[in-house]
């Protein structure tokens, strides 16, 4: 129980998932690196590091434990309770690594190594991870258009802890794309995406 109790509810000095959380941190790090070295073998260090960032950050790992029903089994104090404690990305970050320290503590790193490829291993390389869309677009852009493409930022809405953003792409005036994402730069990945695939839509119509 006590990975999955908050500071705020906790009776004495060591009764809550800090320390749990303090080494589930550590443990998430090196079974993702593990599997990106595995699915990888001949990526280097920086492309590593940028996807493990990509995958152990405070969203995703609160969304893991929404899909896993952490957020019922939390032990708040009143006062984080009140305060919707149970849908707080902060939180629910929190215990997810607070919960892969203890089935390390229980079971050592294979265990615990399992439980987070079972998790993550839709996260691992995905098209995202492989394929820059905004690169891509900005080639195709010049070879079949001869411009640029230009990204506006539609809306950034939502908490500062949780701000989803919307891109919309033009090129030559025309708009190709809207995308979302949990930055800036994710929703330009988006709407880039969504370009390429109106243009290769596009391409194939008039190849019939």
Do not use: C
């Amino acid at each position: 129980m006590t990975a999955l109790t908050h500071p705020s509810a906790a009776t004495g000095s060591d009764a809550h998932y800090e320390r749990l959380e303090f080494l589930g941190d550590a443990v998430l790090d090196l079974a993702i690196a593990d599997m990106l070295m595995r699915r990888f073998p001949e990526a280097k260090e920086g492309p590593l590091s940028k996807q493990r960032a990509s995958i152990v950050n405070g969203r995703t790992l609160a969304l893991k434990a929404q899909a896993i029903g952490l957020g019922d089994l939390l032990k708040l104090g009143k006062g984080e309770e009140k305060s919707g404690g149970r849908e707080k990305i902060s939180i629910l970050a929190a215990a997810f690594e607070a919960v892969i320290g203890a089935i390390y503590i229980d079971g050592g790193l294979g265990p615990a190594q399992r439980v987070v490829e079972s998790l993550f291993a839709d996260d691992i390389g995905g098209p995202a991870a492989e394929r820059d869309y905004k690169t891509e677009l900005q080639e195709i852009a010049y070879r079949r258009f001869r411009a640029q493409p230009v990204y506006e930022l539609v809306s950034a809405r939502g908490p500062d802890h949780a701000k989803r953003f919307t891109t919309r792409i033009r090129i030559a005036g025309r708009e190709l794309g809207v995308g979302e994402g949990g930055s800036k730069k994710q929703s330009e990945q988006a709407a880039a995406r969504a370009a390429l695939m109106r243009i290769e839509d596009e391409l194939r119509e008039r190849g019939k």
